[in-house]
């Protein structure tokens, strides 16, 4: 056990209310115990909805007020994105929220009952567990700016995938039908090479096509570039 396990486990008291939650895409179960591991109560279902959170902050609530207690701590697994609003919720209303790992998770299931089986209150359990265990990082949750540069980062680093993805597709098509092209095109990104190709036409088919008739189809998009000057001929 290191140092930060050590300082984490004593931030629970035996006034520390832990809460495990297990996130689903459209409802989720919590499970509420004491710092020895003695459960509080029937477990708590609430759907990941306005109404729901609601409903899980008044069961948190009431749960502390029955048992005495003088904080709160909600652990739960980062599952994809479904965690965010619950995330957003607790912090919102000052409510410390801790992610454990998913593999500790599954591990500690086996060890519980010899099953690493998916049941939404079992996993529940484990997760405040985990908790109580100090087995659990604390996630920052950008604000304002900060947020909004993540989210523009994630949808650029999206866009340069899917734009990559693209151009090895054009590359794959040029070089299996039309391998000649960047003998004569620099690059197929270039305005007259994109205009070429909305011909829509393989070799063979560009071969019935006059110098002038391609000349006076790549002058539509790139007269500034090609100006009176036959791009096939120099002249």
Known sequence: MNYNQNKKIAQITPYTLIIGVDIAKFKHVARAQDFRGMEFGSPCYFE?????FEHFLHWISETKKAHSMEKVIVGMEPTGHYWFNLAH???????????????HVKKSKELDDNSPTKNDV????VIAQLVKDGRYAEPTIPQGVYAELRVAKKIRDLLTEDLQTVQG???????RYFPEFLKVFKKWEGKAALQFLRLYALPHEIANFTED??????????????????PFTGR
């Open 213 to 230: 008739e391609l000349l006076i189809h790549l002058r539509k998009s790139v007269k500034r570039s090609v100006g009176n000057c036959n």
């Open 89 to 103: 919720i607790l912090k919102e209303n000052e409510i410390k929220f801790v992610a454990v790992n998913p593999l």
């Open 48 to 52: 990941n909805t306005k109404e729901g």
């Open 122 to 125: 079992k996993d529940a359990k």
């Open 169 to 175: 597709q054009v590359h794959n098509w040029i070089d």
